[in-house]
């Protein structure tokens, strides 16, 4: 298992009409927190090079307490493999109360150009820990 950290300030556009985060954001800042973590630990050069892509299989989210405007936010996401399959958890945090905010866990697999879903290639489980 590998943990990643990712920071973001939450921005206004990303706000409902009470002021907080809307509901639908939080699954773009995991989002944004995987791809940076895919980007730093060298998983998209290997996406490439080994022409797969990732999709998100599922998600389940839960919220705890709000964020507002220019909140600092803390997203830390670990990454298990199992068969065929890529298991990932955010907890996302107000970093001002370092306060959980959201929980969201999820699965993932690689598809080929068929899209046909394919197993973890090895390098890709030994720069997420396994």
Not at 2 to 31: C, K, M, P, W
Not at 97 to 120: F, P
Request: with cysteine; hydrophobic share 40%; aromatic share 10%.
């Amino acid at each position: 298992m590998i943990q990643s950290i990712y920071n973001l300030t939450v921005r206004g556009y990303e706000l409902d009409s009470f002021g907080h985060v809307n509901n639908a954001v939080y699954l773009q800042y995991a989002e944004s927190a995987k791809w940076d973590f895919f980007y730093k630990s060298g998983c998209i050069e290997q996406m490439k090079k080994l022409d797969l892509f990732p999709v998100v299989l599922e998600n389940n989210i839960r919220y705890m307490h709000e964020l507002r405007l220019m909140d600092e936010v803390e997203i830390e996401t670990e990454f298990t493999c199992s068969v065929g399959i890529i298991r990932f958890r955010h907890i996302i945090k107000n970093t001002a109360t370092n306060q959980t905010v959201c929980r969201i866990t999820g699965k993932l697999a690689y598809v080929d150009k068929e899209r046909i879903i394919c197993d973890i290639p090895e390098e890709i489980r030994e720069l997420i820990g396994e």
